[in-house]
T-cell receptor
Framework: QKEVEQNSGPLSVPEGAIASLNCTYS??????FFWYRQYSGKSPELIMS????GDKEDGRFTAQLNKASQYVSLLIRDSQPSDSATYLC???????????FGTGTRLKVLA | DVKVTQSSRYLVKRTGEKVFLECVQD?????MFWYRQDPGLGLRLIYF???????EKGDIPEGYSVSREKKERFSLILESASTNQTSMYLC????????????FGPGTRLTVT
């Protein structure tokens, strides 16, 4: 069974701090990795994708990928209360079109 | 803006009823998906359609069927609803060549009593 693991949280950080969200995956052949943000009572929205080892930056968000360690992370700089949400890690299962989603990490940014 | 709409936000049905959940997207996306989301289990794929009348089973297709007669519309059918199908159902869509950039609808919270 291919798995994606996330700490459910909540992860609490003060406003202005860096929030670090982590995800590990079991399928060594996975090539595509995604982060979705889901506000309470809302549907997920795609915020980042990463395909190569290293960092990918988009505004206050940085995705980091380490395929050797089977680890992907999302850093949110200058965290704002509006960043409070559940962050879902999704991994494309190798050899298929399917995503495998983690159960999400709940982030709380304290004003 | 991509818009994916779902027919109901909340639905309550009785065990054994036939249930239809409908999803419509207005961005001419080829791919459409049905997921369910449950606490502690995350998002799980029920069915996927890559074209009109074409479908693929996801990870948990048992107890569900789908219909895609028009490109913009993808329906999920629960032939005989059961209490273990109480869940949040999410529809998503994407372009054919950007399969993994999926846009989600607002969800339908289905309760089967």
């Amino acid at each position: 069974q291919k798995e994606v693991e996330q700490n459910s949280g909540p992860l609490s950080v003060p406003e202005g701090a860096i929030a670090s969200l982590n995800c590990t995956y079991s399928d060594r052949g996975s090539q595509s990795f995604f982060w979705y943000r889901q506000y309470s009572g809302k549907s997920p929205e795609l915020i980042m994708s990463i395909y190569s080892n290293g960092d990918k930056e988009d505004g206050r968000f940085t995705a980091q990928l380490n395929k050797a360690s089977q680890y992907v992370s999302l850093l949110i700089r200058d965290s704002q209360p509006s960043d409070s949400a559940t962050y879902l890690c999704a991994v494309r299962a190798s050899g298929t079109y399917k995503y495998i989603f983690g159960t999400g990490t709940r982030l709380k940014v304290l004003a | 803006d991509v818009k994916v709409t779902q027919s109901s936000r909340y639905l309550v049905k009785r065990t054994g009823e036939k249930v239809f959940l409908e999803c419509v997207q207005d961005m001419d996306h080829e791919n459409m998906f049905w997921y369910r989301q449950d606490p502690g289990l995350g998002l799980r794929l029920i069915y996927f359609s890559y074209d009109v009348k074409m479908k693929e089973k996801g990870d948990i297709p048992e107890g569900y069927s789908v219909s895609r007669e028009k490109k913009e519309r993808f329906s999920l059918i629960l032939e005989s609803a059961s209490t273990n199908q109480t869940s949040m159902y999410l529809c998503a869509s994407s372009f054919r060549d950007r399969l993994y950039e999926q846009y989600f609808g607002p969800g339908t919270r289905l309760t089967v009593t």
